[in-house]
Every structure is written in C-alpha cells, then in structure tokens.
T-cell receptor, first 115, second 116 residues
Framework: DAMVIQNPRYQVTQFGKPVTLSCSQT?????MYWYQQKSSQAPKLLFH???????NEADTPDNFQSRRPNTSFCFLDIRSPGLGDAAMYLC??????????????FGPGTRLTVL | AQSVTQLGSHVSVSEGALVLLRCNYS??????LFWYVQYPNQGLQLLLK??????LVKGINGFEAEFKKSETSFHLTKPSAHMSDAAEYFC??????????????FGTGTRLKVLA
C-alpha cells in the first residue's frame, strides 16, 4: 500500500543534543510537509517542500531545519532541542494540485521527548 | 484571510446517539474543506472533503458533512456514535502559499467522547 512512513515512532533526546527525524513516502507526491503538534493542539506547519523548493513558515524557529534529498525522503533536524520542542512531529504529503483540492496524507508521527 | 472555527473543544455523546461536530469557515472564495480524525499517538486520517462537486459529502466510518454557503458551515455528523469514534477531530481549509502550492489552516480541534 502506498503510504507515508516516519521513523522512529518515539525518540528521546537530551536537552541541546541534535536530533533527526525521518519521513519517507511511496506516493510519489511532489509536496511534503512537516508539522509540530503539541498536546491537545492542532498541528502547526513548520515548513514544506514543493519538489526541492523549500518553504519556511515565518514563525518557525531557526532551530528547525529540513532536508529533502529526493522525492521519497524528507528529514527534520532539530539542532539544539529545548524542553519546549517536546511534541509529536507529523509528516504529510500531497499531490501538486492546481486548485488545492487534494488532501494531505499523514504519517503516524514521531513523538519526541526532551530530557 | 481564510480560516476555520470549531465550536466546542470537547463534545460528549452517548453510544448510539447523533454526533454533531461544528466547523465554520471564513473565505472570500469557494473553499476546499476537509475533516480529519486523529486517534491517540497516531497521525491524521482523512474522513471526507468538500471540493464543490456536491454539498453533501459522505466519508468513511459513516460520517458525512454538509456544505452550507449561507451559513458558512461544514458540520460533521454521524447518525449513531460508536465507542470507536472517540478521538480528536480537525476541520481544515486549504489555502494557497507563495510557492504556488497549498497548505492547511486547521481549526483548534474537537475531542469527541462516547459514553457507554
């Protein structure tokens, strides 16, 4: 089945220790998104890629970076995690539709704990 | 600017009762609207979407939603709640970005509790 895969599902890191979360997709979608979701809140978009074109949200901290080496993979790097970065991180993909009517497909998420 | 508002952060219904989750949108152009469900420690799963083809949209798991332009609403309903419907529900509107793609603006979510 075509899908969005996130690894690991649970990640524990120490305060200030860099961490990388990974996302892969078999849908061959052009657009990939990274969201941060804190407890009992809606997902918050951090950035997205349209092919290799990177688009950062204005309020995304510099501490968050991303790489997309090819269509299938996308990585979220947190350079110096703080306690406030503990959250669920969701990856999603979408086709490049002209009208915005195509839905996003979400992965299962990676829950990040910062000690 | 386009936005969605979900009234009621928590909704409780009895098993077998009608489920009604409210979503109102604000948009100057015909919107594309989506409902997603999220179970604990999982990603979001699409329930249904409105893309202007039909005002009454049927989705998975017995859910449906009706687009009402006059009321700027897209409320989610299910005739009979099951225990397995207990989850968080998000309404979203698709908006264009400066890069030519689209992104979601989410509502704040509604947590549905189903009572036995």
């Amino acid at each position: 089945d075509a899908m969005v895969i996130q690894n690991p599902r649970y990640q524990v890191t120490q305060f200030g220790k860099p961490v990388t979360l990974s996302c892969s997709q078999t849908l061959n979608h052009n657009v990939m998104y990274w969201y941060q979701q804190k407890s009992s809140q809606a997902p918050k978009l951090l950035f997205h890629y349209y092919d290799k074109d990177f688009n950062n949200e204005a309020d995304t901290p510099d501490n968050f970076q991303s790489r997309r080496p090819n269509t299938s993979f996308c990585f979220l790097d947190i350079r110096s995690p703080g306690l406030g970065d503990a959250a669920m991180y969701l990856c999603a993909t979408s086709r490049d539709s002209e009208g915005g009517y195509d839905e996003q497909f979400f992965g299962p998420g990676t829950r990040l704990t910062v000690l | 600017a386009q936005s969605v508002t979900q009234l009621g952060s928590h909704v409780s219904v009895s098993e077998g009762a009608l489920v009604l989750l409210r979503c109102n949108y604000s948009s100057s152009v015909p919107p594309y609207l989506f409902w997603y469900v999220q179970y604990p420690n999982q990603g979001l799963q699409l329930l249904l979407k409105y893309t202007s083809a039909a005002t009454l949209v049927k989705g998975i798991n017995g859910f449906e939603a009706e687009f009402k332009k006059s009321e700027t609403s897209f409320h989610l309903t299910k005739p009979s709640a099951h225990m397995s419907d207990a989850a968080e529900y998000f309404c979203a509107v698709s908006v264009p970005t400066t890069s030519g793609t689209y992104k979601y603006i989410f509502g704040t979510g509604t947590r549905l509790k189903v009572l036995a």
